[in-house]
């Protein structure tokens, strides 16, 4: 089985031979070269997701946007269709009102944040996996606390106690470390197997490295490796970030 998390970086103009217009055929270019089971992505807005289903029919899509109107941008979990049964799905504002829609923790910066849970049912293996898939706050460290607590907290709510292969993934916007991955870090039953890697945000290369994204799993998940997906000789860099895929088995 093969999971990816990835930032994809929004449609923005201004990043001119980088925006998303001169990238997108590689992305879906390297998705399907790469054939991943399940993909959580991070900064897709509407009018990308919708050119994306277009280029990738074998997938489902899952997910809404982030504010009032659940319409913007969001991460998504997409799944491929042949392998996977939607069993349930929840998704939650990363707040002290985490039901209510566009609502955000008080010192969180301007965008509000969410969470996707998703139970997967591997028609394969026939067992059931569960995804996390979230975007923390670049701005406040406090609502990064904030946010990974209230995930887990949430997440075991979810599970109701049954016992499967579980992955929580994301861009955190905190490096290894930082308090605010505290509440991650210290659970036994789950364990960061993206921590040999060094760093997954490049900024297009124009700024230092940095490690802020992450795929956690718990002891349900075999690991068979887990690396970045860096661009190719001759081809165009995916995103700002590097997505980091897991092969496994469950």
């Known amino acids: 089985m093969k999971i990816v998390t990835f930032n994809i970086r929004f449609n923005n103009p201004n990043d001119g031979e980088f925006s998303f217009e001169h990238r997108k055929e590689e992305v879906i270019r ?5 054939q991943p089971d399940v993909i ?3 900064e897709i807005r509407d009018e990308v997701q919708a050119w994306m289903e277009e280029q990738l029919p074998e997938y489902a899509w899952v997910g809404h946007g982030r504010t009032a109107q659940l319409d913007g941008e969001h991460c998504p979990v997409i799944y ?3 392998k996977f049964k939607l069993r349930n799905f929840q998704c939650f504002w990363l707040s002290d009102t985490p039901n209510i829609p566009g609502s955000k923790f008080e010192n969180q910066g301007y965008h509000p944040r969410i969470c996707n849970m998703l139970l997967l049912y591997s028609v394969e293996d026939k067992k059931t996996i569960g995804v996390f898939n979230t975007h923390l706050c670049n701005i406040s460290a406090d609502a990064r ?5 209230l995930m887990l907290a949430k997440g075991d709510e979810f599970l109701a106690g049954e016992k499967m292969p579980i992955f929580i993934m994301g861009d955190f916007n905190a490096e290894p470390g930082w308090p605010e991955l505290a509440a ?3 659970r036994a039953d789950y364990k960061d197997v ?5 760093a997954t945000f490049h900024g297009f290369f124009k700024a230092p490295t940095e490690k802020i994204d992450y795929i956690y799993v718990n002891d ?3 690991v068979i490796s887990c690396d970045t997906w860096e661009s190719e000789e001759g081809h165009i860099c995916l995103s700002d970030h590097y997505p980091i895929g897991l092969l496994c088995e469950i």
């Open 220 to 222: 349900m998940v075999k």
């Open 145 to 149: 606390k904030k946010s990974m607590e």
């Open 80 to 82: 491929r269709k042949d």
């Open 194 to 198: 993206t921590s040999h890697i060094p």
């Open 40 to 42: 959580g992505f991070q």
């Open 184 to 186: 991650m870090d210290d």
């Open 30 to 34: 390297r998705i399907q070269a790469e």
